[in-house]
């Protein structure tokens, strides 16, 4: 190990076997390198009594046995993936009988970011880590990398790393990761809130006595006042701050097209409150171009 490797808070990163996963560990081990991380690749067996329950003609050992396996393959695989981009990482792997979501809440006190691989989808043909990404982003208190190839052909280092501005507690956090990412990879950063007229003055059918100019103007002014104390900790990432009316989901979305990550806050609060994610983050999960990083 390295002596220079923080190992107090390692990057974690679900493994299933998929190509997803397969580049996101790869993904792991370029960014461990940059922030001097270890790396744990975690594989979460299938429940065996499903195996049990089909007629299949053998023991509970015999299929846990085969189960193992096929896991350890895919951690091998992770490792030369990992290995290839950062020989000297300090990496080791994890296979555990919990379940994805139960195994990362359970570290995630202790992890840097927890990165899962996940394809663009809708809800209901979200199957990746068996289908419990949104459920691991509900569940752990770490930020959560959502990893899937990005769209465009030329996606290349010097793509900005786009945050969404809401005001809430949780955006806050966004903002700041977005800037601790960009500073280290070197990238620009885009702010942008998107704010619709029923949100800023509540009176839709008076839109003939809204002094449009003005309003834009506050809003504008607005979202520099909220990033700049935060921007202003970060002298070398220069950041643009976009202010625009319609809906944050799309205007995100169209802005992941030429980003190199979108970071956006998570409202969720844990099992007991907040069971489900604000719905632009799920929206951003499910549909966004580049990879997607969840902070709570």
Same mark, same amino acid.
């Given at each position: 190990?390295?002596?220079?490797?923080?190992?107090?808070?390692?990057?974690?990163?679900?493994?299933?076997?998929?190509?997803?996963?397969?580049?996101?560990?790869?993904?792991?081990?370029?960014?461990?390198?940059?922030?001097?991380?270890?790396?744990?690749?975690?594989?979460?067996?299938?429940?065996?009594?499903?195996?049990?329950?089909?007629?299949?003609?053998?023991?509970?050992?015999?299929?846990?046995?085969? *189960?193992?396996?096929?896991? +350890?393959?895919?951690? #091998?695989?992770?490792?030369?993936?990992?290995?290839? &981009? @950062? $020989?000297?990482? !300090?990496?080791?792997?994890?296979?555990?009988?919990?379940?994805?979501?139960?195994?990362?809440?359970?570290?995630?006190?202790?992890?840097?970011?927890?990165?899962?691989?996940?394809?663009?989808?809708?809800?209901?043909?979200?199957?990746?880590?068996?289908?419990?990404?949104?459920?691991?982003?509900?569940?752990?208190?770490?930020?959560?990398?959502?990893?899937?190839?990005?769209?465009?052909?030329?996606?290349?280092?010097?793509?900005?790393?786009?945050?969404?501005?809401?005001?809430?507690?949780?955006?806050?956090?966004?903002?700041?990761?977005?800037?601790?990412?960009?500073?280290?990879?070197?990238?620009?950063?885009?702010?942008?809130?998107?704010?619709?007229?029923?949100?800023?003055?509540?009176?839709?059918?008076?839109?003939? *006595?809204?002094?449009?100019? +003005?309003?834009?103007? #506050?809003?504008?002014?607005?979202?520099?006042?909220? &990033? @700049? $104390?935060?921007? !202003?900790?970060?002298?070398?990432?220069?950041?643009?701050?976009?202010?625009?009316?319609?809906?944050?989901?799309?205007?995100?979305?169209?802005?992941?097209?030429?980003?190199?990550?979108?970071?956006?806050?998570?409202?969720?609060?844990?099992?007991?409150?907040?069971?489900?994610?604000?719905?632009?983050?799920?929206?951003?999960?499910?549909?966004?171009?580049?990879?997607?990083?969840?902070?709570?």
């Amino acid at each position: 190990m390295d002596e220079s490797t923080n190992d107090a808070m390692p990057i974690y990163v679900g493994i299933d076997g998929s190509v997803p996963a397969l580049e996101a560990a790869r993904w792991a081990g370029e960014y461990a390198a940059r922030i001097r991380r270890s790396v744990v690749l975690v594989h979460s067996l299938p429940d065996v009594t499903w195996y049990l329950g089909t007629g299949v003609l053998a023991g509970e050992q015999e299929i846990l046995g085969e *189960l193992r396996e096929v896991g +350890r393959q895919a951690l #091998d695989a992770a490792e030369r993936a990992v290995r290839e &981009v @950062n $020989p000297s990482i !300090d990496l080791r792997a994890v296979q555990t009988r919990k379940s994805v979501t139960d195994y990362f809440e359970s570290v995630s006190d202790d992890a840097h970011v927890i990165v899962v691989g996940s394809r663009r989808s809708s809800a209901l043909t979200d199957l990746v880590l068996g289908g419990e990404v949104i459920r691991v982003c509900n569940s752990v208190e770490c930020p959560v990398l959502v990893w899937r190839a990005h769209s465009a052909d030329d996606a290349d280092a010097d793509m900005p790393v786009v945050v969404g501005v809401d005001g809430t507690e949780s955006s806050n956090h966004a903002l700041r990761a977005a800037f601790e990412f960009a500073d280290t990879v070197k990238a620009p950063v885009i702010a942008t809130h998107a704010w619709q007229i029923a949100e800023s003055v509540g009176v839709g059918y008076a839109a003939g *006595l809204i002094d449009w100019d +003005r309003l834009r103007s #506050d809003q504008r002014q607005w979202l520099r006042d909220t &990033v @700049n $104390p935060i921007a !202003d900790s970060f002298a070398d990432v220069a950041v643009t701050c976009a202010s625009v009316e319609g809906q944050a989901a799309h205007h995100l979305r169209t802005l992941s097209a030429s980003a190199q990550l979108v970071v956006v806050g998570s409202r969720g609060r844990g099992k007991m409150a907040g069971a489900l994610l604000g719905s632009v983050s799920q929206n951003m999960i499910h549909h966004a171009q580049c990879p997607v990083l969840v902070v709570h």
